[in-house]
């Protein structure tokens, strides 16, 4: 299973779970109690990666395998990753003689480059995340390949008429994942 904090089931072209993913894979748990054979597939809510989960035994049995575990004692965990970075003998020199040292100097620019491309990173992550979907659950709609040059030239009226007779759920959801593109 990925890190996500969402995800969505979908059961053919039915969604049958949205949400925190302990919530979502009891769900198909019962979903699969029912109907043992159906075909399903669930996709984090940001990226359209699968997610996968251990669903043997009950949904109890389910939710306790994806229970958070207790935090222990100490001090938590910052994130900071150590890391090499190859740089000219000019490069070390500017960045050392900056306020706070090298590490700060990278971590501002660093940020000041992320802030410059947000837009972009978020059209481009949009638009993987809703082809990866599509791929998934639409390669074989009508319109397929139009939709998909629609999402990536922008028109969203396009795409919107594109999709119109795909499966309502699919079509809601390629739509959600696509909304950052437009």
């Known amino acids: 299973m990925t890190e996500s904090t ?42 359209a990666q699968p997610v996968e989960f251990d669903l043997r035994g009950t949904a109890e049995d389910v939710a306790a395998r994806l229970a958070p575990p207790a935090r222990g004692r100490g001090r938590p965990k910052l994130g900071v ?21 090298a590490s700060v100097a990278l971590r501002k620019l660093v ?6 491309s947000v837009t972009k990173d978020r059209i481009r992550a949009a638009q993987a995340a809703a082809h990866r979907f599509m791929t998934a659950m639409a390669g074989n709609a009508p ?17 919107d008429r ?18 950052d593109a437009f």
């Not at 109690?33 to 399903?40: E, K, S």
């Not at 940020?111 to 410059?116: P, Y």
């Open 111 to 116: 940020d000041a480059a992320r802030a410059t």
């Open 6 to 47: 969402s995800c969505t089931a979908f059961a053919g072209s039915q969604r049958i779970a949205s949400g925190a993913p302990a919530a979502v894979a009891v769900a198909l748990r019962r979903h699969l109690d029912w109907y043992p054979g159906a075909a399903v597939l669930v996709f984090d809510d940001v990226t």
């Open 143 to 159: 319109g397929y390949e139009e939709a998909l040059r629609a999402l990536y030239a922008g028109e969203r009226g396009r795409f």
């Open 81 to 101: 990753q150590s890391r090499e970075v190859t740089l000219l003998p000019r490069h070390w020199d500017w960045l050392g003689a900056q306020p706070g040292g």
């Open 162 to 179: 594109i999709t119109m007779d795909w499966p309502k759920d699919v079509r809601g959801y390629a739509m959600e994942l696509a909304a």
